[in-house]
Structure formats: C-alpha cells, structure tokens
C-alpha cells in the first residue's frame, strides 16, 4: 500500500485524503496545526513547524509521493526533500506559483494572457514603478496573500502616499511586490487540468466564480459562456499546465473582460478578453463541485496521479447545472454558534436541490472562515445559482436546535 504524503491538513488535504483512500492508499499529513480536519484521517500524522528541516526530513522517508494542499509551503528546504521522495507537482512549479514575481514573469516569458505589470524588490522600487504606473492598479505582496490578503487597490496619489507612510505596509518588504494594471472584470473563471508524469492529461469543463471580499462565494458549473470562449479558456490552461510541465493539478483562476487593459497581453475570443489571473498547483475551491457534477472528481484524479493509477476523462453526471456555495464561519456565529456546536441543517427538509453538504469539522468558527460548503443542481445555471443563494439565506437565519 503506497503511503501518499500531503503537506498541509486543511479541508483540500482532507478531501484529497477520502479519494486516496478509495483508490487503496495510505495517508501521512504533516501539518502543526493539531486541530487541522486532515489529520482525523491521517493514518500518520506529523505536527511539526514547516521550517522544521529534521521533521520533513522523517516525513518525506515515510511517504512514497509528497503533495501539498496549498502554495504557502516553504519550497526552499523541499528541493533537497525532493530527491528523497517524489513530490507532484515538483518543487520548481511551487515555487513559481506561490511568488506572484515568477508568475506574471512565466506568464510573459511563455506569451500567455496577463494584465499590465511592474515587479518591485524593495518598497523604494515599488515607489518609483508605482509613480511611474496607470492608475488605478493594484499593489499586490510577491509571497503569502490569499483571499484578498496582501492586497491594496490604489485610484489617486494620495492613496499611494498613505499606503507608503503606512508601517504595517512596510513589513511586507521582504516578500517582493508585484503592480498590476486593474481588470474590469466582467466575469472572474477558473479551469482545472490534471496530468500524470506520463504526459498523460484531462482538462475539467470551465467554473464560473463570484466572489464576495475577495473570498470564493459561489461556483456555478459548466460556466455561463459561450462554447468557443470556454474552449480557449480550456486550451489556455492545458498549454499552461504543459508549459509548466505540471505533473498532478493545475488550476488556473482567469479574469474575463469585455474592455482591454491598457498596455496589456490578454487574449480575446469574440467581445471577451481573456487574462490570468493566478495559478494554483493543487486541488482549488471551486473544484468542490466536481465530487458531485463528474465522473471523476478533482480529489480523485489527483490521488490517481500519485497513486499511478491511470487517468479518466472526467464526464458529467448530468445535463443539468450546479452552484457551490461557501459557508464561512459568519454562518455559524449567525446561529450563535463558535463552531464547536452543530450547524442547523433543519433548512436542507425544504431544499432538495441541496445535493452535497460538506462540513470541514474545523475547530473554530471565525468570519471569513472557510468552515464548509454545499451544492446544489438546477436546469440551469441561473437555477442553481438562485437556489444556493435561498439555502444559504435560510441558514443564515435558522436559530440553533
């Protein structure tokens, strides 16, 4: 039985972990938090700093493949690790995906679509490139931000002279800043593709994301677009994923626009303009759907991939549509609840379109926590959509039982 590693114990690690079981391996997860939800599935589990060379060391001698559920591992102390062990997607790909400096640069090196531009190393580059910048743009940290975190949108000069002045801005000097041109964003997508170190790969249909400050809110899937826009989108990110040489998931988050960026290399298809936004080398939030709407989910190529077991062309269950929804830990404390109490699901009696709830069993319940989420089907996508939105409504107002 192979032992797969994953670095990182949240709820895409525990997720991952169901699928790796299915298929007939075993799980190790190294992460400190003793609380994260991976480690209740974890036939071995491992609760050590991610800096903590000796300790990755062991883990790595315990597993037979290594993966990792999110982008902010330290990649520096893998790269020896990874002559141990393998470790998909490799460590060279981590290591661009979780510096936005090496993404937008990957993304114009390789002639893929992207907004305007300008990378700083310091605050007194980022100074200089900013004064010199189109406005509005956005200042975004090279390393760490997630969920709208490390971000700041400048419209005036007075903006830029506040957030310069601003000394919890200027801690964020050693992670680099990137300057980018803002997207009219017409419509925010994301499309996933899996492929295994035979070169062997599968792309999943396109996700429609909306967003809620800065957090995923709901994902409608197959998107609302017409074929040939989300055929590019899906070609787009396969040509990615190979330029890459991605060997697990890649999930690519796009921006689509119906006005051009100035100065900018996007992509257009009809009256849509089409630009990366961020890519992900791991299972993403927005592929939750696919545990219901195809054949193979995102969790279960991934395990296949690391298990090498052959890939499946990932099929819809169904003719219909689905929406995913969030639920944030504002949900529980709208029913009193700190997380340690159940949530009300008296609701799902009245939503048979709710078809998949999943709660994460994370420990806390905060705002803005990612604590759950759910799935509902519809004939269409404005269905879907519009049916997720009444149950999640409904539980935000349910007392607690």
Known sequence: MA??????????????????????GNVAVYDPDVNAPAHRLAARSFMKRFTDVVALGEFFNHCDVVTYEFENVESAPLYPLARVKPILPSVKVLAI???RIQEKEFLRDNKLPYANFATAKTVEQLEEAARAFQRPFIIKTARGGYDGKGQWQIKTEQELDVLLDDTDFMKHEGSGFVIESVIDIAMEVSCIVARNPAGKDYVYPVFENMHKNHILDFTVFPARLPLDVADKLQDIALATAKKLDVQGLLC???????????????????DWNIYINEMAPRPHNSGHVTRVATSVSQFDSLARILLNIPLAQPKGLSVGCYCMGNLLGDVYLS????????LNLQALEVFPEVIDVVLYGKHEARAKRKMGHFVTQGQTGDEAHAGAVRFRESLLISPVG
């Open 3 to 24: 032992t797969v590693g994953i670095l990182g114990g949240g709820q895409l690690g525990m997720l991952l972990a169901e699928s790796i079981y299915r298929y007939g």
């Open 97 to 99: 995906c979780q510096d």
């Open 252 to 270: 690519i988050e796009f921006f689509l626009s119906h006005t051009r960026s100035p100065d900018s290399s996007g992509m257009t298809v009809g």
């Open 335 to 342: 029913q009193g609840s700190d997380g340690k109490k159940p």
